[in-house]
Every structure is written in C-alpha cells, then in structure tokens.
C-alpha cells in the first residue's frame, strides 16, 4: 500500500510541534491538524503500520522483540540488588557480549543489567505493538483527578463522552449505551466462536465463572459464551462492583487488524491527500529524535517561552534501538512551534527530553552541567505501575489449541492466510482469551483492585530477551493476575548522561511502598484461581502447578517474579499550586509556557488495569484544552 507519507523538510515553522506519536501524541496531532492547525508530528522510529508484524493481532509479541520497531529497556525492579537478581527473568551481558537470562549457567565476569522492558520506537507507539486490550478504567481514577486538580473536566461523565468521541465499536449494535460507532480507534472482541471450540478452555472458564458467584451453577456452555460476550466498558458506575469474568475488549478492527494511533494518523494523512487541496496541515517526520526543546525568554511574562524543538533525523539514533550505531550521528534539524510544543514521547523519553531540555531536579541538571530552565522536581518521579504475577498449571490432558494448524512465519502458513482471505482464524484475536475482575480485601473502595487475563495453552510471565519465542506445554493453563490500585511511587527515571542518545536509568523500586497490602492482595488472587483449579472431577485435571513452583508460597513468587508494563506518572498532573505537580490540569508544564505534555507520563496513578485507552482519552481532552485556549485567543 503506497503510504501518502507528507515529510516536507522545507518547513521551520509550524503552530504546534509534538513529539512522539504513541496514544498520547498521534491523537492530539490528527485532531489538531483536522481543526485547521499546521502540526508536525515528530516520530524518532520508522512506520511499519502496513507490515503484517504490525497489523496481524496474533504478532504483538513478535513486534516487541523486533530490531526494526522495538526500543529495549533493561531496568531495575528493585533497591535491593539481590532481590532484583533472584527474578528468573534477570538478564546478564556476558563477557562474550551476548544476554543470559536468570542465574543459571550464569558465566562468570557477567554483567547484570536488569528486567527487559520493551517499548516501540515506530508509527503508533507501544499501540502498535502492545497487547490490545481495550479496557475502560473504574470511574473513580477520572474522579480522582478531579479531586486532585478541581478540573470538572475530568468528571466521569465527561470522560465517557471523550471515549464515545474516539472508539468506533465494531462489535455491539449501533446505539449501544456509552460508545461510539464513528471515532478513529476500532474495537472488537475475540471471536466467541474460538473459545466456544475450546471444551477444555470452556469448562475451566464455567467453573471460574460459578466459583466466583457470576453463574448459578447449572450454568450451560451456551450461557457462559454470552456471559463472555458482556460489555467490560459499559457506562455504569459499578461495573468494577462484580466479581465477573467476560472477553476483553481489544483495539482490532472487523477485518482484524490492529487499529491503533498509527491507523489514525494514516487515515487523516490519506484524507489530506485524497482533498487535493495541496493544504496539508499536518506533517509527519520519522526517524526524527527529538533531542531538546528550545526556550526563549518571553516579553509578555516572567516565565520562559517553549518556541521549536532540536532533533535529528537518522534511522536508530536512540541506543535502546538495536540497531544502533553510535558512528552514525544523523543530522541535526531545528524547526520551531509559533503555538506550543507538546512532548509526548512515552513515561521513559519524556522526563528524559524534558530534563535534557532543562526542566527536572536542580541538582539532576546540574550534575550533568545542563542550564535550568526551570527547577521542577517532579519530573522522572512519582513513576508507577500495575504489578503482575502469573499462576500457571499443567492438567493431565492437551488443551484444544486454535493455532494447531499454523506455522508462524513460514512460507504457505493456514492460519495467516485464514486471516489474510478471511478475516478469521486464531491470528485475528488479542492474546488473552479471557479477563476477570475481583475484589481483593485490600481494595481501597467497592471496585475490583484485580484483573485477571488468560488462557489455555500459554502463559505470560513477563518480559526477558526471547519471551516471544517461548512455548508452552499444550497442557498449560496461565492467569496473569493484574493489580490496580498500586500503592507505590517510588519509582523513577533519571539521567545517565547528558547525551540524549544514552538511554535513562530506569527503577522501579518494587514494593517501596505499601508492598505488604498489593502483594497480600495479588496472593488472594492467587488463591481464588486455586480454588478453582483444585475442583475436583475436572476432565482436564488434575492440574499441577508449574508456578508458584510446588512448595513455594503465593506471596515469595509474586516478590520475586512480579513484572510490569504498564508505567504511567513519570511528569504527574496536579493542583495549579502543588510544587510536586510537573503538569496543570491542562498539561501545562509548570514554570514555562507554550510547552505541555500528552502522554502517560501525566497520570497521577495508574489508571486501572489497562493504560492505553485512558491515554487515548487524555489525548482528547488535551485536544480540548488546547482548542478552547486557541478560541479565547490565548
Ligand atoms: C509490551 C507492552 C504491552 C502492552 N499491552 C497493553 C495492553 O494490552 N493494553 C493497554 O492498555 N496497555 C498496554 N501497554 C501499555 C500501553 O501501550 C502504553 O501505556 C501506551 O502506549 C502509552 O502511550 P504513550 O503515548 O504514553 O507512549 P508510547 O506509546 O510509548 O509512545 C511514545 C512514542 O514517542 C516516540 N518517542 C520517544 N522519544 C522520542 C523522541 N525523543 N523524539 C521523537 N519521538 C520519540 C516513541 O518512538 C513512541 O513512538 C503495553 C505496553 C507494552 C510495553
């Protein structure tokens, strides 16, 4: 498919300049560039949207360990560096330069470099590359906002009307309550009838479904697959109230594609194009890595003025990019914003833009001799994350496998024809087969503080180089038992150097705070799948447990293996006078003007179980923001 890329480079100057076109920036750049706003959207990585690797849902993973698409972090878990080594996911460089994952074998003079965290470093962001759950978070994280920063914006209700505005539901009827049929973001759920062709699968699932009391226990197959088919996203204020299992929606379209910011900015790129008006409002630059914002001083405040952006244009000009080269330094551009800059490169490259830029800790700057432009503390701190932890067992017979016929990336594959002609098959689903939502005894109010997602066949448990080439027994079952509500934000993204090009360093700094209560609580999780895989009578049972290892306590496997991707807070929003606030509620930076950041950097705690469509959502209501100012003529 030709792609009506518009990169002119004959341009310096544009209203608005964002960088970085995940959720958070893509969005915000589309919408911006529709109301008639010259935009360039700078994006450090290439675009591989048409690539089936980006489009077939069955490849995500494949996506994140991709050289061309995949940026890898290795980050620490936690303070204490013996504990962080004892995850089995720990990866070494060794002497002769290659990884070594967990201690065994470990040769000695290895080097140890943490937990593998891959992002994408192309078109879309980690949507194009992530898992695609869709999931709508409880209500009360956009309360929280509010509450926060007194911005009625935020308002539940008003948020709901943000996501009509962006979903187009592939899936319900047109005019189901609480979603949109015509936004830009598609969303489906799985195939019923894959799950429905899985007995194994399907009576674990009955069980899981009486045992939590969201089925009588007479409950037929047929019954269960409609209950599977409820709407997660619905608008009802309680709908995190119920212990309940249901598919999880998944951003994919009808013809089973990822739909993702990257499908966005090509539809409104294809648009300008098709118009013929030769007025392209907006413009796209790849393999364009934002190294600084530039700041002028101001004749109409005290306060210094964000006017353009340095980057340089270079295929992996970032070292987290495998393919980096450090002889090859790219060229350096400037173009400038006679509107406003908004960065938007993701929870790890914004606080490192921003600090490179001089915003950040004074001391931080100074320590690398960067001139401050303003002291802000907040910025790289307060990050946190969903924990995950998985619980897996082997039943005594093969589960039904959709994928028994394929044979990923080989010449004449079924499957992905199926997907291909058909638009069916087991390549066209999200990975997780099933999600539940329960209600820990540590949940801070009435809604579910766990989400569960899982399947027959496979498991996840976590990241580490290989993660997507590994296979399972066909006899394994795997829950990743999700926790919302984290209690910790200790974590943090600081400076290594001064060069732009060197990744941060990364910590979470696990279970700082509140460690007790979220791992008490992911262990009740742990013991609620128990009670179900210990039913007795079980055709596929009896199962044993593969993790926790047999004599190993829920609460040390969760300490030691706990994983994570879904880091937000890295430049959280705040009350206009909270100094630890590195936004306003307009995402504003604090201490500057014409600059905001748009992306999951800005949430002051972990929306629910699922990141990316809140970030979605935050898109829009930056569009919102921004537009309203342009109208009061600000
Ligand atoms: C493996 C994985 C699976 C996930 N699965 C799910 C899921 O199923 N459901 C869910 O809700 N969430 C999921 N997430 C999380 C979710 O995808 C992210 O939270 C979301 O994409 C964040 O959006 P963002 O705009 O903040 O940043 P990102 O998506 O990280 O986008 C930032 C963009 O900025 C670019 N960029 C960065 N620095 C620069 C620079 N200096 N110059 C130019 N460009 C730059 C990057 O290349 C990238 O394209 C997953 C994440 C990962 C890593």
């Known amino acids: 498919v030709p792609y009506p890329i518009h990169q002119d480079q004959d341009h310096a100057e544009y209203e608005y300049i964002v960088v ?24 450090a990585g290439e675009d591989h949207g048409h690539s089936d690797l980006q489009r077939v849902p069955f490849f995500a993973d494949a996506n994140s360990e991709h050289p061309a698409m995949s940026w890898e972090f290795y980050v620490s878990h936690s303070l204490n560096s013996t504990q962080a ?45 992530n898992a695609m759950n869709m999931v709508y978070p409880p209500d009360a994280d956009w309360e929280f906002i509010v ?44 195939d019923i009838d894959l799950v429905a062709n899985q007995t194994g699968l399907l009576e674990l699932i009955r069980l899981t479904m009486i045992e939590a009391g969201d089925a009588s226990s007479d409950v037929t197959n047929e019954e269960v697959l409609d209950l599977l088919q409820r709407d997660q996203n619905r608008p009802d204020p309680d709908r995190y109230q119920q212990h309940s299992v249901f598919q999880i929606p998944v951003h994919i379209d009808a013809q089973r594609r990822r739909s993702s910011a990257q499908t966005y900015i090509y539809d409104v790129l294809t648009e300008q194009e098709a118009s013929g008006s030769g007025n392209h409002t907006l413009t796209l630059r790849t393999n364009a890595f934002a190294t600084r914002v530039l700041f002028e001083d101001n004749t109409k405040s005290a306060q210094p003025r964000a006017t353009g952006v340095e980057y340089l244009s270079g295929v992996a000009m970032y070292s987290a990019d495998r393919r980096y080269n450090a002889s090859e330094s790219g060229t350096l551009h400037t173009v400038h914003a006679s509107r406003e800059v908004i960065v ?42 969903n924990y995950e932890a998985a619980i897996a067992v082997e039943g005594s017979r093969p589960f039904e496998s959709p994928f028994e016929d394929c044979t990923p990336f080989e010449d ?87 060069d ?90 604090r201490g500057v003007e014409g600059l905001r950041v748009v992306d999951g ?34």
């Open 20 to 43: 970085g076109s995940g959720p958070g920036g893509a969005p915000l750049a589309a919408n911006l560039a529709r109301a008639g706003h010259t935009v360039l959207l700078l994006e």
């Open 85 to 129: 080594q004892l995850d089995s996911k720990f990866t070494w460089r060794t002497p002769n330069g290659s990884l070594h994952v967990g201690h065994q074998d470990l040769p000695s003079g290895s080097e140890p470099l943490g937990i593998f965290y891959p992002r994408t470093g192309t078109l879309g962001g980690c949507s194009n590359h």
């Open 147 to 190: 509450d926060l920063t007194g911005d009625e914006g935020f308002r539940a209700e008003r948020m709901r009307e943000l996501f009509v505005r962006l979903e187009r539901n592939e899936f319900f009827p047109e005019g189901t309550a609480g979603h949109g049929f015509e936004g830009y973001l598609a969303i489906v759920l799985n």
């Open 344 to 385: 938007a490169g993701g929870v790890f490259n914004t606080p490192q833009l921003l600090k490179l830029s001089g915003i950040g800790p004074r001391a931080e700057l100074e320590r690398f001799d960067i001139p401050v432009v303003v002291d802000l503390s907040a910025v790289g701190e307060n990050m946190q994350d």
């Open 412 to 498: 004449g594959d079924p499957c992905l024809a199926d997907w291909r002609y058909n638009a069916s098959g087991a390549y066209g689903q999200g990975a997780a087969t099933v999600g539940m939502i329960m209600r820990s005894s540590f949940s801070s109010n009435e809604d579910a503080d766990l989400f569960f997602f899982g399947g027959a066949g496979g498991l996840f448990r976590g990241h580490y180089p290989g993660f997507s080439r590994e296979e399972y027994p066909p006899n394994t079952f795997g829950w990743s038992v999700v926790k919302m509500q984290t209690r910790n934000r200790a974590g943090t993204v600081r400076l290594r150097s001064k």
């Open 500 to 589: 732009p090009r060197d990744v941060p360093e990364i910590a979470f700094n696990h279970f700082e705070q509140g460690g007790r209560q979220d791992i008490e609580a992911m262990a009740e999780g742990f013991e609620f799948a128990r009670s179900v895989f210990e039913l007795p009578g079980q055709e596929y049972g009896p199962f044993e447990y593969t993790i926790p290892a047999p004599g190993e306590t829920a609460q040390r496997s969760i300490r030691e293996e706990v994983y994570s991707h879904h880091a937000v807070g890295t430049c959280a929003m705040g009350a206009d006078d909270d100094a630890n606030a590195c936004v306003n509620s307009g995402f504003q930076v």
């Open 601 to 634: 950097s800005v949430f002051p705690r972990v929306p629910g179980a699922f990141p990316v469509l809140p970030t979605f959502m935050m898109s829009e209501k930056a569009t919102d923001d921004i537009l309203a100012a342009v109208a009061e003529g600000l």
